[in-house]
């Protein structure tokens, strides 16, 4: 497939919490994967108390070939799902799919490939897709890092791009993927990142554009060296009467920042690990949890309720309580008069006093099955619950924490991970094997009133004390041209005004006093920075300008790698190596032994990359040298003594290995093209060509090996993948050229 590119309480139902306000078009829609309120909680009544995916009991609809571990989303009408795409077939990949959420009849589908990334192929579809009431686009990121904005009712794509690719994504093993969220004129979404100059060493950075154009807005990050990934999905509040993005950091911290800026309200260290939870809001007051290691003592996981209203290192003194070896790690959990419900990793269920942190339950309940993902949803006075493997629907009970209304196990072979949601009247649940419709025909559909909700406090203050320049990130070629603006914000991160501004720039091109950048000409790899100075304040934007082809780097004269490769400078350093500078790949940088970078334009195809390469041993083993074109590996092997080509590695959905016994301590050139050939029938498919020899001697006629992939990347920026682990890698003379 071609891929495109005061914390009040409230009592059940009469809920008197301050929340945020969504813009939603339709009050009923379900645009956020945590509802309109950012809270799991639904204000419909007339919804059902049981359910049967057996004999069909309650289903309006099924859908048995979208089984997903992602949750929906309902606006205007139209269910939106992300899912896989031709599961274990030479084709397979990622796709949104768009179903008219009365029916489930697809109205359309958007389908992308999955490359150079180290998910599982059961873990396609982790993220959920956010609508914009606005402007009735919807955006998804992918789990290899392919961020975009689709038109939502055609699914035409407006903008994208690969964000692995651009800034330096980091697509993990696991396939922990963050969620998007739309807040005013953006859409911001995060991941480790781990980029170019000083953006290199990794982080938990945040990216948020003009959700019509994709222009980046601001790019900011929290601690580097994180200790882990994270699928902490944000939520959109307001503390203090101040707008607030609140999340689970990958550095195991709690932190509240500006939506419209990047800049940070408040942070929570809590974790030896990355945090998965979703925090709730009630209030200024902050609910989430963990289930790693605390970041002082021996003790495993905790709940805590965090003061929201502070500023700075909430650290100490910054909880309300805190109650530790609560093992709620994946679900957020759940807000219900004076009390908060908690789902631990095991699918049991803890009810704890809100204000106390105090367990009102002598012992847990269980749901159903071993472990829960899916976090619960409130609605008609019950909480829905999904264990992997069973379920539970609950009524809060004052004496005896909840009831069961009903508790079932699923169809043997499915599992839930995706959380339900309700909108229109119905309950929408997907499994790993269907997604289903729920429905009480019998119940007359409602709602109750949606409460009062916290705004945002109007603000004298015409004190600028934020200055930021748009775009804050671009890649440009020579002689490409950009109109820089510049917006000061006020102490509570709220717009004040775009404003005139002096400009200037460190590096090469030339600067307007308008604001206009024109990027210098040549063949040169550079970056430069514009700084903005308006009211007494500064901000800068970060531009790298790539040439188009050829280019060659011999690494003479460097100190670094090159400043401009994306995620090349923390994991490798620049070396005397046999008489002269080559880059090298070290063994010792923590979970950066595999990695990939790459060196400009995703747009760029049809084009060879050629390097010599050479393997150190250690312990008898060697590591792994790749060379990366158009979104395709060719991966020298260590261990099995092999050649491969390949685009998804743990998948090999398309892949052509061989037997190559190289040495180490031996230079190798090798040599990678990649091409996209037009077919009789009228499609297209990528044909790839790869060739390793002894630096030595000569280069031979022959390709050493051919590969074909009928589901063609039609595009990818040149690039390096490693896997330094075992041993050092070494890399020297690279070359990209286009192909004749």
């Known amino acids: 497939m071609i891929r495109h590119f005061g914390y009040l309480l409230f009592t059940g139902i009469a809920l008197l919490t301050m929340l945020p306000h969504a813009s939603a078009a339709d009050a009923l829609d379900w645009n956020y994967w945590r509802g309109p309120e950012f809270n799991g909680i639904s204000r419909e009544t007339g919804l059902p108390d049981d359910w049967d995916p057996r004999r069909g009991t309650n289903v309006s609809w099924k859908r048995e070939d979208l089984g997903t571990r992602s949750t929906p989303i309902v606006m205007n009408g139209r269910l939106y799902v992300m899912a896989r795409a031709e599961p274990e077939t030479a084709r397979e990949g990622e796709r949104i799919v768009c179903l008219d959420a009365a029916t489930g009849k697809t109205i359309w589908e958007n389908r992308f490939n999955v490359w150079l990334s180290d998910v599982p192929d059961t873990r396609v579809g982790w993220s959920s897709v956010v609508g914009d009431p606005e402007t009735g686009n919807v955006y998804m990121l992918g789990v290899c890092g392919y961020f975009q904005c689709l038109n939502g009712e055609t699914g035409e794509r407006l903008w994208g791009f690969p964000l692995h690719e651009k800034f330096g994504l980091l697509s993990t ?13 953006l859409v911001v979404i995060s991941s480790i990142v781990i980029g170019w100059g000083e953006m290199a060493k990794p982080a938990h950075r945040f990216l948020a554009f003009d959700k019509r154009t994709g222009e980046v807005a601001w790019f900011k990050g929290t601690r580097l060296l994180p200790f882990d990934t994270t699928y902490s999905a944000p939520n959109l509040t307001v503390l203090q009467g101040r707008r607030a993005l609140v999340f689970g950091s990958g550095d195991g911290a709690v932190w509240a920042i500006e939506p419209r800026t990047g800049k940070p309200i408040w942070q929570y260290r809590f974790s030896r690990r990355g945090l998965n939870v979703s925090p709730l809001v009630v209030g200024d007051l902050v609910f989430t949890g963990h289930s790693e290691e605390n970041i002082s003592g021996n003790a495993m996981g905790a709940v805590v309720a965090i003061d929201g209203s502070g500023r700075g290192d909430l650290t100490s003194g910054g909880a309300l309580w805190r109650k530790d070896e609560l093992m709620m790690g994946k679900c957020a959990p759940l807000a219900i008069g004076d009390r908060l419900y908690c789902f631990d990793d095991r699918a049991k269920l803890h009810v704890l006093d809100i204000k106390t942190g105090k367990a009102v339950m002598r012992r847990p309940y269980s749901v159903g099955g071993t472990t829960m993902r899916a976090s619960p949803l409130y609605a008609d006075g019950k909480i829905y619950a999904f264990g992997t493997s069973g379920w539970s629907i609950l009524r809060p009970d004052p004496k005896r924490g909840v009831k069961v209304v009903k508790r079932k196990r699923l169809p043997a072979g499915e599992e839930v991970y995706a959380s339900p949601i309700c909108s229109h009247g119905k309950i929408y649940v997907a499994t790993t094997s269907a997604l289903y419709c729920l429905q009480d025909k019998t119940k007359e559909p409602g709602t109750v009133p949606r409460p009062e909700v916290a705004q945002e406090a109007p603000s004298k203050d015409e004190k600028p004390v934020t200055l930021q320049v748009i775009p804050a990130e671009l890649l440009l070629k020579p002689g490409d041209s950009q109109k820089f603006t510049v917006r000061l914000f006020n102490g509570q991160g709220q717009l004040l005004k775009e404003a005139a501004a002096e400009f200037k720039i460190t590096g090469p091109g030339e600067m307007t006093p308008e604001g206009v950048f024109t990027a210098a000409g040549g063949e040169g790899h550079y970056a430069t920075t514009v700084e903005a100075t308006a009211s007494g304040l500064s901000g800068a934007a970060r531009i790298r300008v790539v040439p188009p082809l050829p280019w060659s780097f011999d690494f003479e004269g460097l100190k670094f790698p090159p400043l401009t490769w994306v995620g090349a400078r923390y994991r490798h350093v620049i070396r005397e190596v046999d008489g002269s500078n080559a880059m090298v790949k070290i063994s010792t940088i923590p979970k950066g032994a595999r990695s990939r970078c790459w060196f400009g334009h995703p747009e760029l195809s049809d084009y060879t990359i050629q390097a010599d390469v050479k393997g150190a041993l250690s312990d008898n083993k060697m590591p792994d040298i790749g060379l990366i074109a158009q979104g395709y590996t060719m991966d020298l092997k260590g261990e099995s003594k092999s050649l491969q080509i390949r685009s998804w590695v743990p998948q090999l959905r398309m892949a052509k290995t061989i037997p190559f016994a190289w040495k180490p301590d031996q230079w190798y050139r090798m040599k990678f093209k990649a091409t996209v050939e037009k077919l009789a029938s ?59």
């Open 173 to 185: 093993y696991g396939g922990r993927t963050n969620f998007p969220i739309v807040f005013e004129d």
């Open 682 to 740: 009228g499609g297209q498919r990528a044909h790839l060509y790869g060739k390793v020899w002894p630096r030595e001697e000569d280069e031979p006629a022959a390709w050493t090996i051919e590969a074909f992939d009928a589901s063609p990347n039609l595009s990818g920026s040149p690039g390096l993948f490693g896997n330094a682990k075992d041993a050092e890698l070494f890399l020297d003379n690279i070359k990209v050229t286009a192909n004749n």
